[in-house]
């Protein structure tokens, strides 16, 4: 079976500054995707950023980047420019390639950000 | 753009009684998700359904039971509440080969059991 493991349950950072969430892995599988999610205090969850694992560009979405590393089965996210509407909780999340198969997520991560 | 409708959104029950969540998905979603998150939790997958049919299961307690109907929408039905079961609960569609995009995920259920 798959699993998640986000070994840093709270982070900080200033405005501006630049945080790295991480996020390892476990499974069999040779194809896969990885997503990250945000959880602000609404608890509605947004996807922030996904990535294919057969893909070996790392993704990214603005603010937001992902360092992937199949070998090591990581998959960090990185915040630049950090804003206070980035305080929320990030969950990694695993889904195997077969359809209709559910996300498996992490324990989270609760980010802070102070002026 | 539609998105997840997820009903109620929040509702107080007390031991031992029953409830019924809903959950209507994106228009042409073929496909439903129900997961649960208790307090300071990670979400975690309770059971999926695909064209009516249940495609998979997870971690749902027997006392549970669920089922998606002809127009896609889905019901997740919990009796003999327990304090344990307050949670948010959480529905999320897409469509069933689409792996490789997200889940889209409603606002979610807040059930408190007292």
């Known amino acids: 079976a798959q699993t998640v493991t986000q070994s840093q349950p709270e982070m900080s950072v200033q405005e501006a500054e630049t945080v790295t969430l991480s996020c390892t892995y476990d499974?069999?599988?040779?194809?896969?995707?990885l997503f990250w999610y945000k959880q602000p205090p609404s608890r509605q969850m947004i996807l922030v950023i996904r990535?294919?694992?057969?893909?070996?560009q790392n993704a990214t979405e603005n603010r937001f980047s992902v360092n992937f590393q199949k070998a090591a089965k990581s998959f960090s996210l990185k915040i630049s420019d950090s804003q206070l509407g980035d305080a929320a909780m990030y969950f990694c999340?695993?889904?195997?390639?077969?359809?209709?198969?559910?996300?498996?997520f992490g324990k989270g991560t609760t980010l802070s950000v102070s002026s | 753009a539609a998105g997840v409708i997820q009903s109620p959104r929040h509702l107080i029950k007390e031991k031992r009684e029953t409830a019924t969540l809903k959950c209507y998905p994106i228009?042409?979603?073929?496909?439903v998700y129900w997961y649960q998150q208790g307090p300071g939790q990670d979400p975690q997958f309770l059971i999926s359904?695909?064209?009516?049919?249940?495609?998979d299961k997870g971690s749902i307690p027997d006392r549970f039971s669920a089922q998606q109907f002809s127009d896609y929408h889905s019901e997740l039905n919990m009796s003999s509440l327990e304090l344990g079961d307050s949670a948010l609960y959480f529905c999320?569609?897409?469509?069933?080969?689409?792996?490789?995009?997200?889940?889209?995920f409603g606002q979610g259920t807040r059930l408190t059991v007292v």
């Open positions: 499974t069999s599988e040779s194809d896969y995707y």
């Open positions: 359904f695909y064209e009516k049919m249940q495609s």
């Open positions: 999320a569609s897409s469509f069933w080969g689409a792996v490789a995009t997200e889940a889209f």
């Open positions: 228009p042409r979603h073929d496909t």
């Open positions: 999340a695993y889904r195997s390639p077969q359809a209709g198969t559910a996300l498996i």
């Open positions: 990535q294919e694992a057969y893909k070996q």
